[in-house]
């Protein structure tokens, strides 16, 4: 299975989920590849830092592809019958991010309650997602999971209209989402979401819970275009 995290707007959440995500399928038995398809090369600096900290599990594999051939090329060989590839790109337009899309068996698309966010998100899967599938002949579903959520977000009414903008938009939204919690900015050291000696259990709770989510939809998806 193979699955990106894609938007084109930077600060989205997209390496946060990746990491969340990972430590989910980590955690079920699944040998995990992560593709650092950023030329910053922050989810190749987690690995090394999780590995410092002896917190790297030994079915964690980081490959850096900066370029969309290495993308494609490392996607292919990693994928497998009980692995999880996940690639992370730049939030911005670029060859990475369709090479991405173009590998993927599923898109997760990170969104933040802030228009430019939301404006980002559909343009993903309205005119980047239509466009790899043409090149490639075959679907590809996309998931939209809302991240850093606030207790603002769930109340406050001018991100209502962002809500309306979003369900309208026809992708499916994950059930479940990941809140702002401390548990999430850890993942930028060298923990994964089960490594802190006191794990927080509501985000391993959600992270699970959005990791069942996109595999949902995933087979559905599949059995829709069957
Ligand atoms: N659910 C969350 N709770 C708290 N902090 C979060 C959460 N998700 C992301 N962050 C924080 O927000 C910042 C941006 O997140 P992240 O690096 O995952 O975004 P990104 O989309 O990968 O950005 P870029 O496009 O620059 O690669 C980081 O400091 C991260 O720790
Ligand atoms: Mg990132």
Redesign the pocket.
């Known amino acids: 299975m193979i699955i990106s995290a894609a938007?084109a707007?930077?600060?989205?959440?997209?390496?946060?989920?990746l990491r969340a995500l990972a430590s989910v399928a980590l955690k079920r038995g699944y040998a995990v590849t992560l593709i650092d398809g950023?030329v910053?090369q922050?989810m190749s600096r987690w690995g090394q830092m999780l590995k410092e900290a002896g917190n790297r599990p030994e079915t964690l594999q980081l490959v850096s592809a900066t370029t969309p051939r290495e993308i494609l090329k490392a996607a292919e060989l990693h994928n497998g019958e009980r692995s999880v590839v996940l690639i992370?790109t730049?939030?911005t337009t670029n060859d990475n991010l369709m090479a991405g899309l173009f590998a993927s068996d599923i898109v997760v698309v990170?969104i933040f309650f802030a228009l430019d966010d939301v404006t980002a998100a559909i343009q993903i899967t309205d005119h980047y997602i239509p466009l790899a599938v043409e090149t490639r002949g075959r679907p590809l579903p996309a998931v939209f999971v809302l991240?850093?959520?606030t207790i603002i977000d769930a109340k406050a009414r001018a991100l209502s209209e962002l809500r309306a903008i979003i369900q309208a938009n026809g992708t499916p939204i994950a059930q479940h989402a990941?809140?702002?919690?401390?548990a999430?900015?850890d993942?930028?050291s060298g923990q994964t979401l089960y490594s802190p000696d006191q794990p927080d259990a509501k985000a391993i709770a959600e992270s699970e819970g959005v990791f069942d989510d996109v595999l949902k939809t995933f087979t559905e998806a599949m059995r829709q275009a069957a």
């Open positions: 938007i707007k930077g600060g989205t959440g997209k390496s946060t989920l950023d910053r922050n992370d730049e939030g990170p991240t850093k959520q990941l809140q702002n919690r401390v999430y900015r993942l930028q």
